[in-house]
T-cell receptor
Framework: GENVEQHPPPLPVQEGDSAVIKCTYSDSASNYFPWYKQELGKRPQLIIDIRSNVGEKKDQRIAVTLNKTAKHFSLHITETQPEDSAVYFCANDMRFGAGTRLTVKP | GAVVSQHPSRVICKSGTSVKIECRSLDFQATTMFWYRQFPKQSLMLMATSNEGSKATYEQGVEKDKFLINHASLTLSTLTVTSAHPEDSSFYIC?????????????FGQGTRLTVV
């Protein structure tokens, strides 16, 4: 299958700071790029996604940017809050990145 | 959004027995479903793609005779772990895309925590 690489693995941040998680993919034909949030013991939930016809999409404190030339897309969370603490996964063609454990310290 | 229901949520079985996990799309039809396994603190690893009315497509390294997949209707896919061993203990989770093809939002079942003793 196609590769999806995600980093950083753990991402500790201070409450109120911004967090950025990046994924690179290999399938140049991909046109859909989602980000999922998974809390402990629960199913992944889609938080934002982007299609290849746009470069950026925002939803309140969350944004996703896409660089098709470089084949990477990033999740941006601003004004982080403790409830943002979870594991975040990018996905491409139904394959998931390794995950980033975001810990927001009060 | 669409709802995917997975059953059972937890199961404990003895080594050598088989366990069946069901994944249902409740309010939409899913010609394709995906099965993953997730070890503690790790990512979701795609095991196979379940196709309604045809054979499943397995990822490299996944034994198709051990992980039997059946997708007999547009709303139900099953994963059977045959001759289970303790190393099969894991969190198994299914998903179904909103639209055929997989390149849309995927909705996940609740997951099944399998413990083989």
């Amino acid at each position: 299958g196609e590769n999806v690489e995600q980093h950083p693995p753990p991402l500790p941040v201070q409450e109120g700071d911004s967090a950025v998680i990046k994924c690179t993919y290999s399938d140049s034909a991909s046109n859909y790029f989602p980000w999922y949030k998974q809390e402990l013991g629960k199913r992944p939930q889609l938080i934002i996604d982007i299609r290849s016809n746009v470069g950026e999409k925002k939803d309140q404190r969350i944004a996703v940017t896409l660089n098709k030339t470089a084949k990477h897309f990033s999740l941006h969370i601003t004004e982080t809050q403790p409830e943002d603490s979870a594991v975040y996964f990018c996905a491409n063609d139904m394959r998931f990145g390794a995950g980033t454990r975001l810990t927001v310290k009060p | 959004g669409a709802v995917v229901s997975q059953h059972p949520s937890r199961v404990i079985c003895k080594s050598g027995t088989s366990v069946k996990i069901e994944c249902r799309s409740l309010d939409f039809q899913a010609t394709t479903m995906f099965w993953y396994r997730q070890f503690p603190k790790q990512s979701l690893m795609l095991m196979a793609t379940s196709n309604e009315g045809s054979k499943a497509t397995y990822e490299q390294g996944v034994e198709k005779d051990k992980f039997l997949i059946n997708h007999a209707s547009l709303t139900l896919s099953t994963l059977t772990v045959t001759s289970a061993h303790p190393e099969d203990s894991s969190f198994y989770i299914c998903s179904a895309p909103e639209l055929p093809g997989g390149r849309t939002e995927a909705f996940f079942g609740q997951g099944t925590r399998l413990t083989v003793v």
